[in-house]
């Protein structure tokens, strides 16, 4: 099965192929977006389900769209000097790119932000795909059921399979974890970044292949978005108390580095991740030279973009 045909799902049967990215940036995707792989830290495994108590992880999969259409040169901040009056979280955000990605969600959000005349900022954005807004013309922008579909298309794409269960009064559809290693690989990145003093990942050739795209800004923000989705406990609950305790103190770290920027990458009062600076500055640079359109100025705006959210993310009040 082609790349395009695994990442396109049956809501998508009339999106025209010619206006999806081509192959090149497609290689250099990760197989499973941040939102899947947030999702997927938080099922439980056999049972298929998330925690009925989580309240945070909704709100958060919508800051991950935006930093996916970020990430993927879909949408940048306002190019406007003037923003920068403003917090990150309040600058306004526009389209740059409107090219479907073949990720059902991520194109329907684009779509939504395109439709859009009036430019809103980031948290403007995240409440508006979450329907947490007090305005009723725009209630039309919440994106529903986000879990159960992006559960769907993890059965798709082989890492969840469905099954039917009966809860007392109701039936209700779960995705137990299908393929193992797909969990796997995605904790050995969450590992690698809360416990190495050099971060050295570790690469799978069908989830984490080493020519992804930032894939150590992706490893970081995937570790935000499980402690602001309240799942990253689910990652550490077989480490020792002191490693524990020194992971959380990491994650407060990274927040407070990637919630701005430029990124303020200080060294770590843990010890740990000494050469993410040195990577994620790489990472940035390459960025740049690879860039044609635009250039390092309509880089710097995507980037704005993750920092925005981080800095939402870094102010969720998550219960570890």
Known sequence: MSGLSRRRGKDDSNVDSGDI???????????????EEVLLIGLKDREGYLSFWNDN???????????ELALRGKIAMVGDSARRRFELNERLITVIDSKATGETLLDEALKIMKSETEPH????????????????????YQLKQVRERLAKGLVDKGVLRTEHK????????????????????????????????????????????????????????LVC???AANVLENVTTNMSFNDRDLAFVRVDELLRD????????????????KNLGTEIDSEIDNNSKNKDRGGESQLQLQLEVIGAVISIFSNMDSII
């Open 225 to 227: 978005g499980c402690y």
């Open 21 to 35: 990215d081509d192959g090149n940036i497609e290689s250099s995707l990760p197989y499973l977006t941040l939102l």
């Open 258 to 273: 990637f919630s701005d920027f430029p990124f303020d990458i200080k060294e770590s009062s843990t010890g740990l991740g």
């Open 121 to 140: 900022s980031v948290s403007s954005w995240i409440d508006l795909l979450s329907g947490e807004t007090w305005n009723l013309m725009k209630m039309g």
């Open 166 to 221: 009966n809860f007392l009064l109701f039936d209700m559809a779960t995705h137990p974890l299908n393929d193992n290693n797909a969990k796997k690989v995605v904790i050995n990145k969450i590992m690698s970044i809360l416990t190495g003093k050099n971060i050295i990942l570790n690469y799978d050739e069908k989830y984490f292949k080493e020519n992804s795209q930032w894939k150590y800004l992706r490893s970081i923000i």
């Open 57 to 67: 992880i909704s709100y958060t999969l919508r800051g991950l769209i935006l930093i």
